[in-house]
């Protein structure tokens, strides 16, 4: 896929689903991938196998949930391929509740995950790009950030945010920086796992088996990597077609 070859590409919550999927079909197609998350260990091992295979891979512990971190994970695909391409934030939390519970912690948590780690990725890479003349950023959605059902409203106030604020970035960079939101519907991931409410989570496993395997989220970011610079993938949607909202 032209475009994509030997560009560096740094990516949030790279350890599980989503964003260890994006990496490998990335990595395989010739991109250098940096791998941020918490689990280092199964960052060791990603790094390991896309090596292996082919890849060139490098990763550092990180948690979007603290600026520095974030600062230091930047600074880290900087250091050692001398730019960056791409910042793909994708880490992000689902613990899905009706606000009858007050699960405030894990409204909280949402909050931190979903929106200012977005937002902390941006204040790491805004300048790097602007200084370099060119990026791209792609910051994962959800299609409950175009739609708001019962037992999901704070998790669709963080997407509906995340979408705002990109499109808020795309109207502000200027010509030579990209900014694509991906908006992924059911989708094979551990996102459920966060779901501390036994009834919501059984329904929410129910509700898997239409998803879609996460490479097909990779292919879409793949897609919107790859277009000429002058070319802005400003939102893509990727759900089931058996999804209906």
Do not use: C
Not at 31 to 58: F, W
Not at 153 to 163: E, I, L
């Amino acid at each position: 896929m032209p475009n994509i070859q030997d560009k560096i590409v740094a990516i949030t919550g790279a350890s599980s689903g989503i964003g260890e999927a994006i990496a490998r079909h990335l990595a395989a197609l010739g991109a250098k991938v940096v791998l941020g998350a918490r689990r280092t260990e199964r960052l060791d091992a990603l790094a390991a196998q896309i090596s292996a295979e082919g890849g060139e891979a490098v990763y550092q512990a990180l948690d979007v949930t603290d600026r520095d971190s974030v600062a230091s994970f930047v600074s880290f695909a900087q250091r050692r391929f001398g730019r960056l391409d791409v910042l793909l934030n994708n880490a992000g939390l689902m613990p899905l509740s009706r606000l009858d519970q007050l699960k405030v912690d894990e409204w909280e948590r949402m909050i931190d995950v979903n929106i200012k780690g977005v937002l902390y990725g941006i204040a790491a890479a805004l300048p790097v790009f602007l200084k370099q003349d060119g990026g791209h950023f792609i910051n994962l959605a959800s299609v409950a950030g175009h739609n708001v059902r019962p037992n999901v409203s704070v998790y669709s106030g963080t997407k509906f945010a995340v979408r705002a604020i990109s499109e808020g970035l795309r109207q502000e960079v200027g010509e030579k920086i990209r900014v694509t939101i991906v908006s992924p519907g059911a989708v094979e991931s551990e996102l459920a796992e966060t779901i501390s409410d036994d009834q919501l989570r059984n329904q929410m496993n129910e509700y898997r088996k239409m998803a879609i395997p996460a490479a097909s989220i990779a292919r879409a970011v793949a897609f919107a990597i790859s277009e000429p610079a002058e070319v802005d993938v400003n939102e893509i949607i990727v759900r089931p077609t058996a999804q209906l909202p």
